[in-house]
């Protein structure tokens, strides 16, 4: 399984427009980032899980190759704005629609955002085609293996936090952002796994992301081999909070591939 971490950022992205504070202005790369959203092959299929604002730009820079299907954690601009730009992966796919699962939240704004996208092929030859799926519990993509999901606080919101399981190597990757906490349903969930990825915005307290604290008191906790912090504003320098991390426990940063 690969991850490829295509954005790592919050809604504003770092830099920031109008701020000349250290991190915006600073000329580590790993301080640049863009809108959150990650790419993940599992057992043959491309999986994209959202699509910020910037996904065409990352796309070509990362080399995607196709997007068999996607997740959508939740209807929010900065996770929902990039889909118009999967028009070419339906191409690729001769206008065949491209399965979107989500919440019902998630789904509502898929069609309010692109009513033209809304069907089983493309519209006109170039067009993206969505097909929404309400997100089940358990998601069974046959060889390549399953995606178990969760519900997850986001302030008053809710967003869907995945569990990914390889079926011929039985590695497992954890997919948790945008939320406030992880709950006891959560972390059972994720148990162990071999790779987590979890919501760290920033080191003061915030009403609907974790802290950077309370991500590493997380990633503890759940006990996995490798966490991963996402969804970072500019208060966090990499060069810095990544060296006062606890073992196993680093920043992200765009352009991060991990394989498990």
Same mark, same amino acid.
């Given at each position: 399984m690969k991850i490829r *971490?295509?954005?790592t950022g919050t809604s504003q992205?770092?830099?920031?427009?109008?701020?000349?504070?250290? $991190?915006?202005?600073?000329?580590?790369? /790993?301080?640049?980032r863009f809108r959150t959203h990650v790419h993940v092959e599992m057992g043959g299929l491309n999986i994209q899980i959202d699509a910020a604002p910037e996904f065409r730009l990352r796309a070509l820079e990362m080399g995607i190759p196709k997007v068999d299907l996607a997740?959508?954690? &939740? !209807? &929010?601009?900065?996770?929902?704005? !990039? *889909?118009?730009?999967l028009r070419q992966y339906c191409e690729l796919r001769r206008g065949e629609a491209i399965p979107v699962y989500s919440s019902e939240e998630g789904l509502r704004r898929? /069609?309010? =955002? #692109?009513?033209?996208?809304? %069907?089983? +092929?493309?519209?006109? +030859?170039? #067009?993206?085609a969505f097909r929404g799926e309400l997100m089940p519990r358990v998601l069974d993509l046959g060889e390549a293996g399953r995606v178990y999901s969760t519900r997850q606080a986001h302030g008053r919101f809710e967003t869907l936090g995945f569990v990914f399981?390889?079926?011929?190597s039985g590695r497992r990757f954890v997919y948790y952002t945008d939320c406030s906490s992880v709950s006891a349903e959560a972390e059972e969930l994720a148990r162990g796994a071999d790779l $987590?990825?979890?919501? !760290?915005? %920033?080191?003061m307290d915030h009403p609907s992301h974790m802290t950077v604290g309370e991500a590493a008191?997380?990633?503890? %906790? =759940? !006990?996995?081999?490798?966490?991963?912090?996402? &969804?970072?504003? &500019?208060?966090?320098d990499h060069g810095i909070v990544d060296t006062e991390l606890p073992d196993g426990v680093n920043l992200s940063y765009d352009g991060l591939v991990v394989e498990v």
């Open positions: *971490f295509m954005g992205g770092v830099p920031m427009i109008g701020c000349d504070c250290a $991190v915006c202005c600073s000329e580590d790369p /790993r301080n640049t997740l959508l954690t &939740h !209807g &929010h601009a900065d996770h929902i704005q !990039g *889909f118009d730009d898929l /069609r309010e =955002i #692109y009513p033209y996208a809304m %069907r089983d +092929k493309a519209a006109i +030859k170039g #067009y993206p399981e390889e079926s011929v $987590v990825v979890l919501d !760290g915005l %920033r080191p008191e997380a990633a503890s %906790r =759940i !006990g996995g081999g490798q966490s991963y912090l996402i &969804h970072m504003t &500019h208060h966090i």
